[in-house]
């Protein structure tokens, strides 16, 4: 079959490879209809490469049809399916607590990490991804979303990753009824997150420096500006001089804006990989702009939400000020299947609530991948999002 493969910093390709085999009863294999790119894949592209090994075979937002349904799959031939990307056996006391991100059977042990995903690098478990035109699925008894025949593939995919990520981002806001929220980063993360903000009721406030970002956003009701020295004083005056109820920062670890760490990161990127996983993990080289702004503008006693991904250990935050504050600080990888029973019935509704229609900039074959890949990173195009189609 024909996937997309890491092969170095800035370089993938798409290989044939060989197609995946059930390995385990509860496994199945699903013919890949759909599968996006995402801003976490950027950061495999760019700054990861140390847990990444050529021909890892990427991706992480797939949905399709089952071709191969284990005995104890729950699942038969045909079914038409969303992947969650994070994988978990539905069953351990994380489990039980709805925290699926971080699943006892499938934590990545000898990293220290948390529940394995699909195409993300050694430290969630070096598990295929999903930008192929097949894809094993484990733990197949409880990860996939069975859905309908009628809607096109746009508007379940994002079940995938971004509209949960999104939802628990605004969740773990925490923002009181007709409250105030900004949304530092409009990605596909951000735009969802400020939708779903608006959808409960809150005032929306969105920051990103790219203007066809800002342009979806506010053509779907969000208050947006660009990103300047002066940005936070414009929400605070907005906001009774006090600053929003929460910020979700949903730019990550590679946000525009901090020089210092540009360099570290580039220089992560340069040295051997056992070098640059050390710099990683103990210099730690986060761009730290959009978190720390987020920790400016909140109000006091207020919350920062942060879906965004970071990576490094010792990235000094403002402790200072976090603990005057009052802050609560929430963040990590979805929890996909909390959320579920929240966003069908939305992604479902023919008014589309969430504007799932206006997301997607680019559908591709597969074997444009990677000019697609640099188009995302570069925004150029108005690139916002990228779907794979690894049938064409
Ligand atoms: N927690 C999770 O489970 C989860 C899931 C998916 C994605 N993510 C993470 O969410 C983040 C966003 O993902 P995405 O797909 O939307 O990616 P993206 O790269 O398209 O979005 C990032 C946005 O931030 C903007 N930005 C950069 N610097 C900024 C700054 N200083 N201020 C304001 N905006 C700035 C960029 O212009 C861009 O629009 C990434 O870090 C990704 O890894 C987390
Ligand atoms: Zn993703
Ligand atoms: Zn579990």
């Known amino acids: 079959m024909k996937a997309v493969t890491w092969q170095g910093k800035r370089n993938v390709s798409v290989d ?55 005995s104890a799959s729950n699942l038969k031939v045909g079914d038409r399916v969303v992947v969650p990307f994070t994988i978990a056996c539905g069953r351990c006391w994380m489990c039980d607590r709805k925290l699926y991100s971080q699943c ?4 990545v042990r000898e990293q220290g990490t948390g529940a394995r995903l699909f195409g993300y690098s050694r430290l969630y478990g070096s598990v295929p991804g999903g930008q192929a035109q097949y894809l094993r699925v484990p733990h197949a ?30 969740q773990y806001a925490d923002v009181p009824k ?53 940005t936070n004083d ?13 910020v979700i920062d949903a730019v990550g670890m590679e946000a525009h804006g901090s020089p210092i760490a540009k360099a570290a990161h580039t220089a992560v990127g340069l040295l051997p990989d056992a070098l640059g996983r050390k710099m990683m993990e103990h210099a730690g080289i986060d761009r730290l702009a959009a978190l720390h702004s987020s920790i400016d503008l909140v109000r006091r006693g207020g919350t920062v939400s ?33 959320w579920i029973d929240d966003l069908l019935p939305l992604v479902e509704d023919p008014a589309d609530p969430l504007g799932v229609d206006d997301l997607v900039t680019h559908r591709l074959p597969i074997d444009e991948a990677p000019g697609a890949y640099e188009m995302f990173q570069k925004k150029t195009d108005g690139c916002i999002k990228v779907v794979l189609d690894p049938q064409a």
């Open 16 to 70: 044939n490879v060989p197609d995946p085999v059930l390995q385990q009863d509860n496994d199945a294999i699903i013919e890949v209809t759909s599968t996006a790119i995402c801003g976490s894949d950027l950061h495999l592209y760019e700054v990861l490469g140390p847990y990444m090994d050529a021909g890892d075979i990427i991706g992480h937002e797939p949905m399709g049809r089952v071709v191969e349904a284990g």
């Open 104 to 107: 006892e059977t499938t934590q």
């Open 141 to 170: 008894d409880f990860g996939p979303v069975k859905i309908g025949e009628d809607l096109p593939d746009h508007r379940y995919l994002f079940l995938s990753d971004v509209l949960p990520t999104a939802w628990q981002a605004v």
């Open 178 to 230: 007709g409250g105030t929220l900004a949304v530092y980063g409009l990605g596909p993360i951000g735009q969802m997150a400020a939708r779903i903000g608006l959808h409960l009721g809150a005032r929306v406030f969105g920051v990103d420096p790219v203007l066809e970002r800002r342009a979806m956003a506010a053509r779907n009701g969000v208050e947006v500006l660009d990103f300047t020295s002066d």
């Open 234 to 246: 414009e929400i605070r005056d907005a906001t009774e001089g006090r600053g929003p109820d929460a």
């Open 306 to 338: 942060l879906s965004g991904v970071y990576g490094g250990e010792a990235s000094p935050l403002p402790m200072l000020t976090l603990f005057d504050k009052q802050i609560q600080l929430r963040m990590g990888q979805a929890n996909v299947k909390a």
